[in-house]
């Protein structure tokens, strides 16, 4: 019996959750899996992060539901940052804190979208993006970057692909899956299309703001008449360490804050109590061991890159954040070593799992089929083994 809805049975499972659970199926039988899909810092949260969170239990005073949007001073302190560090004015009514990212950019696409609504994706893009407008109602319109543009997508494309139901347009910068971070300048061209669509609005993903390279982490939002116009997206998982913890937020004008506020209380209620408290230290503490792990992965994106571009046929952009590579393997797609033929990326991700002992994300799962996702938040050690069981197990394949 199939009973599920329309809209459930018309979306995927996580590819990257999914990865990571066969991935863990494949360790608990004994086998040594180097696991790079999924999005994960290796590294434990900063202790003052733990302590804050003990505190709040021992001083038992957080037991009770937490208000719908966040506790006040969790939420004055994340629209500060936003005033002190990324030149956007938000204030507390502008935030919504949630059980992650992802219900962050799941309550704004329930609060904003109708079925019909045209939503454009920048692509590659982050799994959950296409499935959540689906999940909507709502229509996805792919607009793709290209590895030879480091895979960044336009104004000019964006303009290209916004009609008269185009609602919003979403994308990550540093992004999940390429790594390729928009530059001011880049943003700003963006910023004049959408500003010319006066209803237009932008979903602009920064949860890996930290994990930048480059300088230059602009939010969107702090450009000339933008604010107006952009839901914020971040959380704490990934500059923090703290996937488990789930603790994402919004800051964005107030009717979508409130839309949001309106959808989280009848769906969750509110974020966890004790995780917020942890959440709290970060947001107003030392980012040091932020700072610590973000060279760790510098390093490791470079260990990665030279690695990759040794082994033949692989082709990959050189990406500026986050901790992802998103190589181009499809010069091995129809090859075969004789015993297997590698037809598509989920074969060669299987094949890679099965055989070399290595796990990794089809790159279909983010819109572009010719591309795997490599996550290099893995110890150097594990990522040099991984790159050697790659180039190991792919040179047979004529
Ligand atoms: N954002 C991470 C990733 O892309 C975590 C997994 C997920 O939520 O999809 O791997």
Same mark, same amino acid.
């Given at each position: 019996?199939?009973?599920?809805?329309?809209?459930?049975?018309?979306?995927?499972?996580?590819?990257?959750?999914?990865?990571?659970?066969?991935?863990?199926?494949?360790?608990?039988?004994?086998?040594?899996?180097?696991?790079?899909?999924?999005?994960?810092?290796?590294?434990?949260?900063?202790?003052?992060?733990?302590?804050?969170?003990?505190?709040?239990?021992?001083?038992?005073?957080?037991?009770?539901?937490?208000?719908?949007?966040?506790?006040?001073?969790?939420?004055?302190?994340?629209?500060?940052?936003?005033?002190?560090?990324?030149?956007?004015?938000?204030?507390?009514?502008?935030?919504?804190?949630?059980?992650?990212? !992802?219900?962050?950019? &799941?309550?704004? =696409?329930?609060? $904003?979208?109708? /079925?019909?609504?045209? *939503? #454009?994706?920048?692509?590659? %893009?982050?799994?959950?993006?296409?499935?959540?407008?689906?999940?909507?109602?709502?229509?996805?319109?792919?607009?793709?970057?290209?590895?030879?543009?480091?895979?960044?997508?336009?104004?000019?494309?964006?303009?290209?692909?916004?009609?008269?139901?185009?609602?919003?347009?979403?994308?990550?910068?540093?992004?999940?899956?390429?790594?390729?971070?928009?530059?001011? !300048?880049?943003?700003? &061209?963006?910023? =004049?299309?959408? $500003?010319?669509? /006066?209803?237009?609005? *932008? #979903?602009?993903?920064?949860? %890996?703001?930290?994990?930048?390279?480059?300088?230059?982490?602009?939010?969107?939002?702090?450009?000339?008449?933008?604010?107006?116009?952009?839901?914020?997206?971040?959380?704490?998982?990934?500059?923090?360490?703290?996937?488990?913890?789930?603790?994402?937020?919004?800051?964005?004008?107030?009717?979508?804050?409130?839309?949001?506020?309106?959808?989280?209380?009848?769906?969750?209620?509110?974020?966890?109590?004790?995780?917020?408290?942890?959440?709290?230290?970060?947001?107003?503490?030392?980012?040091?061991?932020?700072?610590?792990?973000?060279?760790?992965?510098?390093?490791?994106?470079?260990?990665?890159?030279?690695?990759?571009?040794?082994?033949?046929?692989?082709?990959?952009?050189?990406?500026?954040?986050?901790?992802?590579?998103?190589?181009?393997?499809?010069?091995?797609?129809?090859?075969?070593?004789?015993?297997?033929?590698?037809?598509?990326?989920?074969?060669?991700?299987?094949?890679?799992?099965?055989?070399?002992?290595?796990?990794?994300?089809?790159?279909?799962?983010?819109?572009?089929?010719?591309?795997?996702?490599?996550?290099?938040?893995?110890?150097?050690?594990?990522?040099?083994?991984?790159?050697?069981?790659?180039?190991?197990?792919?040179?047979?394949?004529?």
């Amino acid at each position: 019996m199939n009973q599920l809805s329309d809209r459930i049975n018309a979306i995927e499972e996580s590819a990257t959750l999914a990865m990571a659970a066969k991935a863990r199926e494949f360790k608990s039988r004994g086998i040594d899996v180097i696991n790079l899909s999924l999005g994960e810092p290796d590294f434990k949260t900063p202790q003052h992060i733990c302590d804050a969170a003990k505190k709040a239990i021992d001083e038992g005073k957080y037991f009770s539901y937490p208000p719908v949007a966040g506790y006040p001073d969790l939420r004055e302190a994340l629209a500060a940052k936003y005033q002190k560090e990324n030149n956007v004015p938000y204030k507390a009514e502008n935030i919504v804190v949630s059980n992650g990212a !992802k219900q962050s950019i &799941a309550n704004v =696409m329930l609060a $904003l979208l109708n /079925p019909g609504d045209e *939503v #454009i994706i920048f692509a590659p %893009y982050w799994v959950s993006y296409d499935a959540l407008v689906r999940l909507t109602e709502a229509t996805p319109v792919i607009v793709k970057g290209t590895l030879e543009n480091d895979f960044k997508v336009t104004a000019a494309q964006v303009e290209k692909a916004i009609t008269s139901k185009t609602k919003a347009l979403i994308f990550s910068s540093p992004c999940n899956p390429t790594g390729s971070v928009f530059t001011k !300048k880049d943003l700003q &061209a963006i910023a =004049m299309v959408v $500003l010319k669509h /006066p209803n237009l609005l *932008v #979903i602009s993903d920064e949860i %890996y703001e930290h994990i930048n390279f480059t300088g230059d982490q602009t939010s969107i939002a702090s450009l000339p008449g933008m604010f107006e116009r952009t839901i914020t997206v971040n959380g704490f998982a990934k500059g923090f360490a703290m996937t488990g913890w789930r603790v994402g937020y919004i800051a964005a004008p107030k009717w979508i804050a409130d839309g949001s506020n309106k959808v989280q209380g009848q769906i969750t209620s509110a974020n966890c109590s004790i995780s917020q408290r942890g959440a709290l230290a970060a947001i107003s503490g030392d980012l040091t061991p932020t700072h610590e792990m973000v060279k760790h992965y510098h390093k490791r994106r470079d260990i990665v890159y030279n690695l990759l571009k040794d082994i033949p046929g692989i082709k990959a952009n050189y990406p500026q954040g986050a901790f992802y590579f998103f190589p181009d393997v499809s010069y091995y797609y129809g090859k075969s070593n004789g015993e297997r033929t590698i037809k598509n990326g989920d074969d060669f991700c299987l094949f890679m799992l099965e055989q070399g002992h290595v796990s990794l994300v089809p790159g279909g799962a983010f819109g572009e089929e010719n591309c795997i996702r490599l996550s290099y938040a893995a110890s150097e050690k594990d990522l040099i083994e991984a790159m050697s069981r790659m180039k190991k197990a792919l040179a047979d394949f004529k």
